[in-house]
């Protein structure tokens, strides 16, 4: 019999966007019982950000939205008016958790951070996520992930050397941030357990996206060098790139491809029928590939191209040699790797018919995790939260509807 790893765990989620309703989205996923409070009068950006079901802008039928909500009640609310205020004092109250990503100082004006909540409740665990965190001379900086990703040094590292920066994707860091935010977490909920203090922590985007370029910072740090774009280069592995294959109905393929080591570079040239490579001394070790590496490269492109993607992948494959498709938007559903975890989950969407989320990032053994229910429509939740949760009466849900706080 398996149970729930976060059974029983109570989180408000006054967060937006992604990177503070991954968090409980997270959470969720494990057997929290997450409140989000959000606002049918100034709709949150992701509820506006495609893609949407059927391709039509909806408020309640982004995949974005969906994704990173599953599993949590909706509470609409109108957080500038006391009233407002007061239901998430009183949420607080019920919470072990609260998540919240609002501009540092703005929840300070309506008197609900930390400081004032945990007055009257010194246990509180409280997550603030913003781009360059709480102080400082950038804390009230605005934007959203693309801004943190530049500011943490992602924009410049990524493109090639002999072009202007590229970027990642979309708002990067605001994936990265809830993964260290995740488990700082988790380690002030134990430390309450064992402890019963409470804890605040404070997450900048920033600051979680130079974690993740250490190596660079520290080779910095070490001799002065200064990290730049290189492409598909790695600093160990020759060859190790990206290589365009046989277009397949009028779509550009490619197939990433590399060699950790000489057994794997060796197979690697007799794969593309060039074994007079294989057998090159010069070309035996990492170093002197590192010389040729333009020749070497020129020749797997040759033999790419006049084949399929999935062809070149399974050949490769099949000798050894680290190779995978890049995958496009088609191809992701039926990835045959996340369809075998699991990752892709379909669930009844209360206006759409069924929606798609991703599943858990995380496979545990004795407490698996899974999203319970599709992300909740706009104020999908209002009674269930105020009379099973709060335990409102009629009288005090009535009079906060007639007077447009429950919006």
Known sequence: MTTDALAGLKVLDLSWVVAGPLIGRTLADFGAQVVRVESSVRVETARLMQ??????????????????NAGKLGLTLDLKSPEGQQV??????????????????QLAKWGLDYDSLRAGKPDLVMLSTSIAGQHGPWST?????????????????????????????????????????LVTLLAALENRRRTGEGAY?????????????????????YDGTIAE????????????????????????????????????????AVAIDRPDLAERADLADADGRRVAEAEIDEAIAAWTAGRSATDVEELLQGVGVPSYLAVNSDDYPTDTQLAHRGHLVELPHPTHGTTVVEG?????????GRPRA???????????VLTDILGYDAERIAVLTEGGILR
Not at 51 to 65: I, N, R, T, Y
Not at 202 to 221: C, K, M, R, T, Y
Not at 360 to 368: F, G, Q, V
Not at 374 to 384: D, M, R, S, V, Y
Request: charged share 20%; glycine share 12%.
């Open 51 to 68: 893609p949407f079901h059927g391709g039509v802008q909806d408020k309640e039928g982004s995949a974005l939205f969906g994704n990173c």
């Open 88 to 105: 998430v004092r009183d949420l607080v109250a019920w919470a072990d958790v609260v998540v919240e990503s609002f501009s540092p100082g």
């Open 141 to 181: 900086l605005a934007g959203f992930g693309n801004v943190g990703s530049s500011l943490s040094g992602f924009q410049h590292l990524t493109g090639y050397a002999d072009r202007l920066p590229m970027g990642t994707f979309g708002p990067y860091t605001d994936y990265v941030g809830p993964r260290l935010a």
């Open 201 to 221: 922590i404070d997450v900048a985007q920033v600051e979680a996206g130079i974690f993740f370029l250490s190596p660079q910072v520290a080779h910095f740090g």
């Open 229 to 268: 774009r290189h492409g598909n280069a790695d600093a160990q592995h020759v060859p190790h790139g990206v290589f365009a294959c046989r277009p397949e109905d009028g779509k550009d393929r490619f197939v990433a491809v590399a060699a950790r080591d000489t057994s794997e570079w060796r197979a690697l």
């Open 360 to 368: 858990p990032r995380y496979a545990l053994s004795e407490t698996p």
């Open 374 to 384: 599709a992300a909740p429509t706009l104020g999908q939740h209002n009674e269930q």
